[in-house]
């Protein structure tokens, strides 16, 4: 099936009612803020103009409110929403809501959906999302989960450190990975929990002083300390949470891409307004070679990336897991928005350091991005070892193949040279 990069004419439609939204009404208070996003009352300013500009919660599904739009649709939208570090948080697409509306209405049942997914997808909660531990507990590698969820009577009780969790200052409730089967180290073995933030087992700790500032809620420790909750509170099956994390952090990872890929594209805007102004040695700095390739560079990392995730995107419309084409997309659109938003920086001189536009604060939002969703290097080190795999398996079976037909030649070379020779010739033929 061909790869169809025309956007469905409704979700073009609501893609340029995003983009004026976020033009005429985000970026004047982004900009007023510095790119921080501030308190839960512009949180709530945001998505109250959202709504009236018929652009809130595209992803969720119609009975919860939204537009229900797919990956490929949130691919176009969501970058449109992303020109703005405000734009997410207006169209409750930020992470990580976004992600636990998409993980909940996945694996949630019918009264877990009422109860948290509901208020989520309305903006009237936020959530968090507890995965990571401070060494040596789950961080690139997840099996090194060692916050426990142990049976008690009536349900469970969770025991362990997060850190790192972001939107856990204020958020209603927690997703909770959490060991119920064997030691860390160990594969699988990990069930996820809803958590409400007012249980008295679940401590809210420091705020973790970090480069970007612009993800509500902030990063912050989590502690869980004789967490009591129910059989209710288990999301999907025991022992399925790295199966129901993959339901996440797939389409999560190609989310955030969407999200920065607008920023690049912002910064590079800004540079170009720049370059096309600013006169250097008789000439506009646009026309001067070293400018220029600069801003061909922003336009190639640009497209690339907007290529890369919307083939990811459309395997994932498929049903299918696209672990190679999300890690694939993931490091080169966290690399080339990094590329783009320095090169835009360097462009604009001074004036790209200074508090006057927003480039400095764009470069420091969007180097975190190297490292969550899974850092460059594990996503490096997961597609080689696919392709290697690949390539021992068509090797092994090659091999098995040349077994196979020396072992046919001689069964046919017998009297009756039917039977064991003609099982073995297909499979070395393949
Ligand atoms: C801004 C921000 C927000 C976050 N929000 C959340 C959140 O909401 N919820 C949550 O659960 N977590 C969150 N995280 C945590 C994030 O998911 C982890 O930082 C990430 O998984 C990496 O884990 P780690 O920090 O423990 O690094 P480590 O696992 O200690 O890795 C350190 C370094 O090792 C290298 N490395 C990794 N794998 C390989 C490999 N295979 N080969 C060679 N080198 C390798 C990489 O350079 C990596 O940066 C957030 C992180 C940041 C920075």
């Not at 004026?20 to 004047?28: G, L, Q, T, Y």
């Not at 933030?197 to 809210?204: E, Q, S």
């Not at 694939?328 to 200074?354: H, I, M, N, P, Y």
């Not at 927003?358 to 969703?373: K, Q, S, T």
């Given at each position: 099936m061909a790869v169809d990069f025309e956007p469905d004419p409704l979700v073009a439609e609501l893609a340029a009612?995003?983009?004026?939204?976020?033009?005429?009404?985000?970026?004047?208070?982004?900009v007023a803020n510095d790119g921080v996003a501030g308190s839960e009352q512009v949180r709530r300013e945001l998505q109250a103009g959202a709504r009236a500009a018929g652009v809130f919660a595209p992803h969720a599904a119609e009975e919860f409110g939204?537009?229900?739009?797919?990956?490929?649709?949130?691919?176009?939208?969501?970058?449109?929403?992303?020109?703005?570090?405000l734009g997410p948080i207006a169209l409750?697409?930020?992470?990580?809501?976004?992600?636990?509306v998409h993980m909940l209405e996945q694996i949630a049942s019918d009264e877990q959906k009422a109860r948290y997914l509901a208020p989520l997808a309305a903006g009237d909660v936020r959530s968090c999302f507890a995965m990571t531990e401070p060494a040596p507990g789950a961080g690139s590698d997840p099996d090194a989960l060692s916050t426990t969820a142990t049976r008690v009577p009536g349900g469970w009780r969770i025991d362990g450190r997060k850190w790192f969790i972001t939107g856990a200052d204020g958020a209603g409730f927690a997703i909770v990975m959490a060991r119920t089967a064997g030691v860390p180290g160990d594969r699988g073995g990990a069930t996820m929990f809803l958590v409400d933030?007012?249980?008295?087992?679940?401590?809210?700790g420091r705020h973790i002083p970090t480069?970007?500032?612009?993800?509500?809620?902030?990063?912050?420790?989590?502690?869980?300390?004789?967490?009591?909750?129910?059989?209710?509170?288990?999301?999907?099956?025991?022992?399925?949470?790295?199966?129901?994390?993959?339901?996440?952090?797939?389409?999560?990872?190609?989310?955030?891409?969407?999200?920065?890929?607008?920023?690049?594209?912002?910064?590079?805007?800004?540079?170009?307004?720049?370059?096309s102004r600013r006169r250097l040695f008789g000439s506009r700095l646009g026309d001067l070679g070293m400018a220029q390739a600069m801003i061909a560079d922003n336009e190639i990392d640009v497209s690339a990336a907007r290529g890369l995730i919307l083939r990811?995107?459309?395997?994932?419309?498929?049903?299918?897991?696209?672990?190679?084409?999300?890690?694939?997309?993931?490091?080169?659109?966290?690399?080339?928005?990094?590329?783009?938003?320095?090169?835009?920086?360097?462009?604009?001189?001074?004036?790209?350091?200074?508090?006057?536009?927003?480039?400095?604060?764009?470069?420091?939002?969007?180097?975190?991005?190297?490292?969550?969703?899974?850092?460059?290097?594990?996503?490096?080190?997961?597609?080689?070892?696919?392709?290697?795999?690949?390539?021992?398996?068509?090797?092994?079976?090659?091999?098995?193949?040349?077994?196979?037909?020396a072992v046919g030649a001689t069964v046919n070379g017998t009297a009756n040279g039917t039977a064991a020779g003609g099982t073995a010739g297909p499979a070395g033929a393949r």
């Open positions: 009612r995003t983009a004026r939204f976020v033009r005429e009404e985000v970026i004047p208070i982004e939204g537009h229900g739009l797919d990956m490929r649709g949130r691919a176009t939208v969501f970058e449109e929403a992303g020109y703005s570090l409750n697409i930020a992470a990580p809501d976004e992600g636990n933030a007012d249980n008295p087992g679940m401590r809210i480069l970007d500032e612009s993800l509500h809620g902030g990063h912050l420790e989590v502690t869980f300390d004789d967490c009591r909750i129910g059989d209710d509170a288990v999301l999907g099956e025991v022992d399925q949470g790295y199966r129901y994390a993959q339901v996440r952090l797939g389409p999560a990872r190609m989310t955030h891409c969407m999200r920065w890929l607008g920023i690049a594209r912002r910064a590079q805007d800004i540079a170009v307004a720049h370059a990811a995107c459309w395997e994932l419309d498929r049903g299918r897991h696209a672990g190679t084409e999300v890690s694939v997309a993931k490091v080169f659109t966290a690399e080339a928005v990094w590329r783009v938003v320095d090169r835009s920086l360097q462009l604009c001189g001074s004036l790209g350091v200074s508090g006057d536009v927003l480039l400095g604060r764009f470069l420091r939002e969007v180097r975190p991005f190297r490292i969550y969703d899974g850092p460059s290097e594990t996503h490096r080190w997961s597609i080689a070892r696919r392709v290697v795999g690949r390539a021992a398996a068509a090797a092994d079976s090659a091999a098995d193949a040349a077994v196979d037909s």
